[in-house]
């Protein structure tokens, strides 16, 4: 019988984390590729632009002028998926049709005053203002919120609107989906091994090392082993830390630069503006955020589409919609590749 | 205290077949797009193009050469993702670690001798030929694999390589990840509620009218109450029906005839060759076929991304990726959009 090589022969992997399975068909790489190419991305865009709701006093939707701001700006999303007020769809008649209600709020964050610069651009201690404020808008909306969900949607691929520098927070009155899954697999895995499950994890990789890209005194980043996006990363701090408020100024310092080194890489790897979807995951806040939550470890994912090149993404369409998310080389590869990446961003490099 | 109204005020409902949710803000639709156009559809296909692989006549990358077929026409993919002999990862060392073997065939069925038509501009009869040929391979699959699962990628931006009317077969050693969510939730219910829930479930819907957008003497097609993308259907058969091979001759007639209705909707909803990966769900096959399977109803869904025109989609992004789906009108809204449609296709309209 043939042994096992997992670069070579298919198989699935499970994600004990949001308890799903993956399949791995490393063969298929070698399939040529003539379906859609992305449109080339913006390569100039204006440090200032007055129409640009984003920038520092320009006009938004709603009539606010924003401030001449020169580090990181918080305010109302114009076009919120969450209102603070709506009223309840009332108790389900039926068990199949079962609605709840939302409440909540939704913020836009810029990163930077200029709109020509991306995290992976900025300097360290721009991007330690950053999370700060990440830290800071979790406090402030988890007062209230049992969920406050961080994501950054970076690039036209990712539905992102605006190439001003930004990400999002949108906090909700219920846990979503993802969260109540994270919470059952962290929960029963802390009952099951008395640790938790990302803790543990994270030791495991640093003994294993094929899958990790980065390590600093704080903080790792590698490729999850039941990773579905073809260079999908996952940022653990070393320590027990359940909610971002809880880093230390050193942690924050630490996490500034592993997150530079970590964006410099993904530019790199097809010298390209790297586009992703990316987010923090916590513990749980609001009013039950003294309850016992030690079975969480916070954690960030970096979910980014490019498969081949700049033009060439991974589509997750009809088998990964229908049964099951694919992949076409391994994690393994995927940490190989982004390891040996420079930590220059190309682009600086040239200057 | 306001009266809710779902197409007013947000809320999450509950999908009990794969046990998930979905955040529902109806009012978002107000907000202004600047994201990413998707680039306009070729607009002339050649009918015959003697390199395109899936074309009568045409030699495939592996070198062999298709006959001249005029019906449909089945073959083995020649990139699988699944191959029949790969060797097993072996048993895991950690429970965060775990893998196992995956063994497959992936086939390409085309639906038609001609590159320059898709579905609904295909007649009844040549529909009724791809119902049994769906039938067919599922029987033949069937008999080794547990999950034969059927999907058309339809359209560049879902990730479709070629422009020939064609889907995809990938049957598989193990049951997918959503196979096995709605067996879980088909399973449960049944026990509880003693029958089966997609019939339940579509008598329901029968009564409540509102997501309802086709009907014929076998078939119902309706927006589910718990859709994800904009204009998500659901096809059911009205009788308990648990594989495509059940499937009786009129019941297939009618089907081809209820599937160029909704089709032929769907293009006319943007003037557009309408994009979406679908894929047909029965009861699992291989060696347990004969089990009790009858908590099952065959059914297929259809996930579209078109949002408000031919080039603006819906992206599932950031807070979709990392949080929870997110739609931005009801599922009541687009039933209602789309049982107002012409079931005359805009193109033979103007011919
Ligand atoms: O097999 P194709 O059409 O080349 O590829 C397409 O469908 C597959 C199955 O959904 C996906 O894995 C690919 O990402 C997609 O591009
Ligand atoms: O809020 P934006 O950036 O306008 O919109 C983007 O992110 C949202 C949250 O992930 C998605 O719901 C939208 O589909 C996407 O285009």
Redesign the pocket.
């Known amino acids: 019988a043939t042994t096992f090589r997992a670069s070579e022969h298919q198989h699935i992997r499970y994600n004990p984390l949001q308890d799903e399975w993956v399949l791995v068909s490393a063969h298929r790489m070698k399939r040529p590729w003539q379906g859609q190419v992305e449109p080339p991305l913006l390569t100039t865009v204006p440090r200032h632009d007055p129409h640009n709701p984003l920038c520092p006093g320009a006009t938004r939707a709603n009539g606010e002028v924003n401030p001449h701001y020169e580090g990181t700006f918080l305010f109302d999303?114009d076009?919120p998926?969450l209102q603070p007020d709506a009223p309840s769809p009332g108790p389900s008649d039926h068990p199949l049709f079962q609605a709840e209600a939302a409440r909540g709020v939704?913020k836009v964050m810029c990163f930077h005053p200029w709109s020509d610069v991306t995290l992976p651009l900025m300097s360290v201690p721009e991007i330690r203002a950053v999370v700060d404020a990440w830290a800071s808008v979790t406090e402030e909306l988890g007062a209230q919120y049992p969920w406050v969900q961080i994501?950054e949607?970076k690039g036209a691929m990712?539905?992102?609107?605006?190439p001003h520098p930004h990400c999002?927070v949108?906090a909700s009155s219920f846990l979503p989906d993802v969260a109540q899954r994270e919470e059952r697999s962290q929960r029963a895995y802390q009952s099951q091994h008395g640790e938790p499950l990302l803790m543990e994890y994270g030791r495991q990789e640093l003994l294993r090392k094929e899958r990790l890209v980065l390590t600093s005194e704080h903080w790792l980043v590698l490729v999850p082993f039941w990773a579905v996006w073809p260079f999908q990363t996952l940022l653990l701090p070393r320590r027990h830390v359940r909610r971002l408020p809880e880093l230390t100024p050193s942690e924050r310092d630490d996490l500034a630069s592993i997150m530079k080194k970590l964006l410099t890489k993904y530019d790199n790897l097809f010298e390209t503006s790297f586009p992703y979807?990316m987010g923090w995951h916590g513990a749980p806040t609001g009013s039950e955020a003294g309850a016992d939550w030690d079975h969480w470890q916070l954690h960030a994912h970096y979910y980014p589409p490019l498969l081949r090149s700049a033009t060439v993404r991974k589509f997750m369409v009809g088998y990964e919609m229908l049964a099951q998310a694919q992949r076409d080389f391994t994690p393994e590869q995927a940490a190989e590749r982004l390891r040996a990446l420079p930590e220059v961003h190309y682009r600086l490099g040239q200057e």
Do not use: D, L, T
């Not at 990712?158 to 605006?162: A, H, L, R």
């Open positions: 999303n076009f998926a939704c994501f949607n990712m539905g992102c609107s605006n999002q949108w979807s």
